[in-house]
Every structure is written in C-alpha cells, then in structure tokens.
C-alpha cells in the first residue's frame, strides 16, 4: 500500500454549487481509504501566495457541508499567480509568483495539489505542473464549456434555477401581456440558456452560437400575437449579441492592472431597446444573476462532485499529475489539464437546436 500523503485543496474562480460535495468526497475517501492528510488552501491560489491563508482540512470540517452552496475554503477569480497584483508605489503591477507558489507548497510540505475550479484555475494549473508542481484538477462551472467534460458540477442546479425561474414568469407575462427578456448566465457558451430555455418553455432562445436578427425576432413575436398569445418568454445568454452588432461588455476597474474583470452583461437590455420600438407590448427585463451560482446543490451535482472528489484520489495513486478528472459517458475518467484550456460551445447543427426548432421555439436567426 501507498504511503499517506499530504494534500492542498483550492477552490478557485467563481463559486458553484456542488464544491463542498466534493472537498466532502476527497476528504473522506482520502482519509478513510487512504490515510491522507489535507491542508485547506484559501481564497484560491491567493492562499499559496499571501500569508496565514492555509488551515488543516480534515473529516470534522466536512461534516454538514454536503447540502450547502458555495465553499468552505473561499475562493478568487482575481488571484493568478502568473499575473498577480502587487503594490508598488501608489499603483498596482502584475507579478510572475508562480516560483514563489511552488517555495510555499514545499514549505507546507504538500505531496501534491488538488485544484478544483473552472478553465481559468484549471489553466493555472497546468501552467504549475509544466513548472515541476505535483497538480491534479477537478472540472467546475455553471456554464458547462469547459471541453475536457461532459459535463461539470455546477450546472444541473444553475438549470433548475434558471427553470423555475421561467416557470414564474410565465404567469405575470401572462397576466399582463407583457415581452419578459430574461438575461442568463453562459459566458460565452449557451447551453445554460439552452437547456433552461427548453425546460422553461421559452418562446425565443438566444445564445452567443447563433447571433440574432431583430427582424426574426419580431416575425416570431407578432406570429404569436396573431394566436392570442399577446405575452412572450425570450430566454437570453449574457454573451448574446445581434448580427453585426459586438458583444455588450461592463468593464469593472479595468485600469488597475490585477484588479479589473471583464464581465459580461446587459445583453438583456441590448435586446430590449432593439424591439422597444416596434412592437406595442410592454417588455420586461429580468437579470437572475448570482442567483444562479448561489443555494444548495441538486441531487445530481452532489452525486457528480462526490464522484469527481472520490475519483481525482486515484489519480493520485497512480501518480497521474497534470491531469483532471472528467466524465465521459457517465465514465468518471482521467484527461490531461490540457483539455480543459479548450472552450466548449452549443453546436448550431446538435440535437437539442434542431428539437428546439421543430417544437416552434425560435432562435432569431
């Protein structure tokens, strides 16, 4: 039998629900089965960069943490440490402390790392072990475009959300004849808004795959006034952008290096103003947003992060670094961290496009 050994734990870039489920798995697993140890990272890879920002992570601090959103170890989308912000003078500069990363896991005398996040931490990642560091990755994000996967925790609940959300607007749009424009997470992949917007019914579904066409939208909104339907649903990814036209972006302290994130947002609107001038109906725009990121876990995102942390211990054992778990074919297998700098898009032509269309839903194109 393998020697114990001792293992970081980070969760990195945007919480998800599903990341406590799986820090519950690995902790388990590894303890019981294999008689690890592990040291919590905090605050992402910010915790091997400052101080006093690590803590022992063992059984007791897993338990009753299955069903609760977010993660017990904090997290950062801010914190690469290839580019990380650091003062100097009055300003803020971007530092390479990716060897400053490697001095510090020596000095927690970690045996490897397990990182647990979406393309951003997984690409850090991968950029770690082509530098020497024992890493291995677990796959999360609500947006489902990460290549490597089949899918990833985080996004089964998203969509429950996303449809119950759907379902509760159908009644007030009905009631008051009302356009509803409801503005969904997705970067720029559209299978949130895709699966949801079926789910929820939707009369219209926009994605970032397939740019739209005002003229489309309208042929499809007044077809369904002429049926007495005065009232419409038009699900809307944030990275949805008209044809011809550029994608809406807020850009928060973009000139602080380190400290500016682009996010996306206000294509709801975008599409709103479009259609405000021709039709006569009253438009209405909803932006779920972090609602969607935020709660307890579904059964399935508990059973896949519970799989996903149970089966990244293997990979440990086989001395499988630089790699990521990922499911393929309901198969919990293991990819190279590589995979999953690839992003992974709606396919215009795929299954659930073509069904859409054939039940009548539009996609303004």
Same mark, same amino acid.
């Given at each position: 039998?393998?020697?114990?050994? &001792?293992? %970081? $734990?980070?969760?990195? #870039?945007?919480?998800?629900? @599903? ?5 519950? /798995? *690995? =902790? &388990?697993? %590894? $303890?019981?089965?294999? #008689?690890?140890?592990?040291? @919590? ?5 910010? /915790? *091997? =960069? ?18 609760? /959103? ?20 009055? /300003? ?274």
């Amino acid at each position: 039998m393998a020697r114990p050994l &001792r293992l %970081g $734990v980070l969760t990195g #870039g945007g919480d998800c629900p @599903g990341l406590n489920a799986l820090i519950r /798995g *690995l =902790v &388990r697993r %590894g $303890v019981y089965e294999f #008689g690890h140890s592990f040291v @919590g990272i905090e605050n992402g890879y910010m /915790g *091997l =960069v400052e101080p006093e920002l690590v803590r022992p992570l063992g059984v007791e601090d897993t338990r009753g943490i299955l069903p609760k /959103g977010g993660t017990i170890l904090g997290t950062s989308n801010k914190a690469n440490p290839f580019a990380y912000p650091v003062r100097e003078g009055t /300003g803020w500069v971007d530092r390479d402390v990716s060897d400053q990363v490697l001095r510090r896991c020596q000095e927690l005398r970690l045996d490897g790392l397990v990182a647990i996040g979406g393309d951003g931490t997984l690409s850090i990642a991968s950029q770690l072990a082509a530098k020497g560091l024992k890493v291995v990755g677990c796959p999360k994000t609500i947006d489902n475009d990460l290549s490597g996967t089949d899918q990833t925790f985080g996004f089964d609940t998203a969509r429950l959300i996303v449809t119950e959300a759907l379902d509760r607007l159908h009644s007030t749009a009905e009631s008051h004849d009302r356009v509803m424009v409801v503005e969904i997470m997705g970067r720029h992949a559209g299978f949130l808004t895709l699966d949801s917007g079926i789910a929820g019914g939707a009369d219209l579904i926009l994605i970032p795959e397939i740019p739209y066409r005002v003229t489309s939208l309208l042929d499809t909104l007044k077809r369904r006034a002429t049926r007495r339907r005065s009232f419409s649903i038009i699900a809307i990814s944030e990275g949805a952008y008209p044809e011809g036209g550029a994608l809406s972006v807020l850009a928060e302290a973009a000139d602080i290096p380190g400290r500016g994130v682009v996010r996306l947002g206000g294509s709801g609107k975008v599409c709103a103003d479009l259609l405000a001038s021709h039709i006569d109906a009253e438009i209405r725009v909803t932006v779920l947003g972090h609602l969607q990121r935020g709660g307890s876990p579904s059964a399935a995102d508990r059973l896949l992060a519970t799989r996903y942390g149970c089966k990244v211990l293997d990979l440990v054992r086989d001395g499988d670094w630089g790699h990521m778990v990922a499911l393929r074919s309901n198969e919990i297998v293991s990819v190279p961290l590589s995979e999953s700098r690839k992003e992974r898009r709606v396919d215009p032509q795929g299954e659930l496009v073509r069904f859409a269309r054939s039940m009548g839903i539009g996609f303004g194109d």
